[in-house]
């Protein structure tokens, strides 16, 4: 069966230990088994060898999408969304990089699961900052209770993931408002995940949601830049784009005898256009902060 095939009986399916127990009849690859495999995928898209590889690690996202089943979200679709980031990983994976397939795909797998989350959970609408991002997901592990969350805690986790007890107090009234709503979600007591005792699996797992959350915020950071710099004259953003924004930095000396200007005359607009952008950017707090 294909993998796609395996996709759409998950999703049709009433009973996930169904699904369980039809994805564990694929057994492990052997690594050097793996390694032809992704080859193919990665040199010759070699669709044949996409599927061999997907159905034997179609456990690891189930596996993965546990960690996630405090958001009210239905366990197959977590999954499914796990799986598509299974199948990116897989396209890009070049076996020359000596580590494990599984070891490489944790991190798309829980990125699309991320995507998947954020897009489709009501309450995480309002998480739109960085520290309520970095809160949401990681409040839940850092809990000592299954309660309200008391002042001392509050204060601990603000500490702990640099964040005011404000915003720790918030986010904790959204997530047990919404937890009223949680289904518990039951898995097989025969489904086995191996490898996640294994240092192979777990020498390479990092924090791969605070990655995910760096990486959306770089991607607001340049937004919102680009936004601001259009709001420049036309010799101010010259010479900020030549002097911050490319990778070889022209000269004053240069911009001078472009702008018909000393080099002097360059620096200070140069400065002056740097405090503008400071103060455009004022309202994000990682611009405050520089």
Known sequence: MS?????????????????????????????????TLAHRV??????????ALVLPHLRYVVHIAKSFSGYGMSTLDIIQAGNIGLI????????????????????????????????????VKVATTKEQRKLFFNLKRLKTNSGWINEKQAKD??????????????????????DKQLDNNNYDDDF??????????REHREDFVEHHEEDNWKRHLSSELKIA???????????????????????????????????????????????KLKNLLGHIPMANAA
Not at 160 to 175: A, N, Q
Not at 192 to 201: L, V, W
Request: positive net charge; glycine residues 2%; aromatic residues 8%.
């Open 229 to 275: 710099i259009q709001k420049l004259d036309e010799r101010s953003k010259d010479i900020i784009l030549n002097r911050w924004l490319t990778n070889e930095k022209v000269t004053l000396a240069e911009l001078a005898e472009r702008h018909q200007l000393s080099a002097e005359r360059i620096r200070q607009i140069e400065c002056s256009t740097l405090d």
């Open 88 to 123: 990116k990983a897989i396209k890009r994976f070049n076996p020359a990089r000596g580590i494990r397939l599984v070891s490489f795909a944790i991190h798309w797998i829980k990125s699309e699961i991320n995507e998947f989350i954020i897009k489709n959970w009501s309450m």
């Open 3 to 35: 993998a796609s095939s395996y996709f759409n009986n998950a999703e049709s399916k009433d009973s996930l230990s169904h699904y369980l127990g039809s994805i564990n009849k694929y057994p492990l690859l052997e690594e050097s088994r793996e390694k």
């Open 42 to 51: 990665f040199h010759d898209n070699c669709e044949q060898s996409l599927n």
């Open 192 to 201: 086995h995940c191996p490898y996640t005792e294994d240092n192979k699996f």
């Open 157 to 178: 986790i603000a500490s702990d993931l640099k964040v005011r007890v404000k915003d720790v107090f918030l986010m904790d009234g959204r997530l047990s408002n919404k």
